[in-house]
T-cell receptor, first 113, second 113 residues
Framework: AQKVTQAQTEISVVEKEDVTLDCVYETRDTTYYLFWYKQPPSGELVFLIR??????QNEISGRYSWNFQKSTSSFNFTITASQVVDSAVYFCALLSNFNKFYFGSGTKLNVKP | KAGVTQTPRYLIKTRGQQVTLSCSPISGHRSVSWYQQTPGQGLQFLFE???????NKGNFPGRFSGRQFSNSRSEMNVSTLELGDSALYLC????????????FGSGTRLTVV
């Protein structure tokens, strides 16, 4: 069975704090893809990163970084020096071999000035 | 280039009615997928179309149906609406399997009263 768990329902931080959003996944597929999406109040899902199951290199993009660990089935997302504009709901997702997304329940991030 | 366009943006329908939602994918994308987002169930996969053929279907009743046209535009239909069908319906298009270039639209927010 495919499953994505985001245990943190809501996180509140003060601007400039670092914050890590957790994502744990389950799959029996050997080839799969992991994603992070940001959903602002407008509703659109904004793509942040795509990772395939064979690439465990961590990635950094500006203030964003991702830590992919197959051994623990985790794909965590860290925002460094958070800003108010980072406030949104963040979804972790797993794409199975059948081109079907499984989304986590999302983590609402509140960044206060 | 233009993104994924969903129309209408908002919709209010009465229980028992039917509704049709439209999704125009990014030019050149031939795969269109639909998702339902509700506070209780989160983001759930409805179905995927590729080259006018339904390739994959989620666990939704037969009241939910869709189709894809030769220009890759897709429509989703829900018949005999129920209050629980109130949700944000998101469409995503992609160039190829594997989530490459997977892009979501802003969604249609359906309210059933």
């Amino acid at each position: 069975a495919q499953k994505v768990t985001q245990a943190q329902t809501e996180i509140s931080v003060v601007e400039k704090e670092d914050v890590t959003l957790d994502c744990v996944y389950e799959t029996r597929d050997t080839t799969y893809y992991l994603f992070w999406y940001k959903q602002p109040p407008s509703g659109e899902l904004v793509f942040l990163i795509r990772r395939n199951s064979f690439d465990e290199q961590n990635e950094i993009s500006g203030r964003y970084s991702w830590n992919f660990q197959k051994s623990t089935s985790s794909f965590n997302f860290t925002i460094t020096a958070s800003q108010v504009v980072d406030s949104a709901v963040y979804f972790c997702a797993l794409l199975s071999n059948f081109n079907k997304f499984y989304f986590g329940s999302g983590t609402k991030l509140n960044v206060k000035p | 280039k233009a993104g994924v366009t969903q129309t209408p943006r908002y919709l209010i329908k009465t229980r028992g009615q039917q509704v049709t939602l439209s999704c125009s994918p990014i030019s050149g994308h031939r795969s269109v997928s639909w998702y339902q987002q509700t506070p209780g169930q989160g983001l759930q996969f409805l179905f995927e179309y590729f080259s006018e053929t339904q390739r994959n279907k989620g666990n939704f009743p037969g009241r939910f149906s869709g189709r894809q046209f030769s220009n890759s535009r897709s429509e989703m239909n829900v018949s005999t609406l129920e209050l629980g069908d109130s949700a944000l319906y998101l469409c995503a298009s992609s160039l190829a399997p594997g989530g490459y270039g997977y892009t979501f639209g802003s969604g249609t927010r359906l309210t059933v009263v």
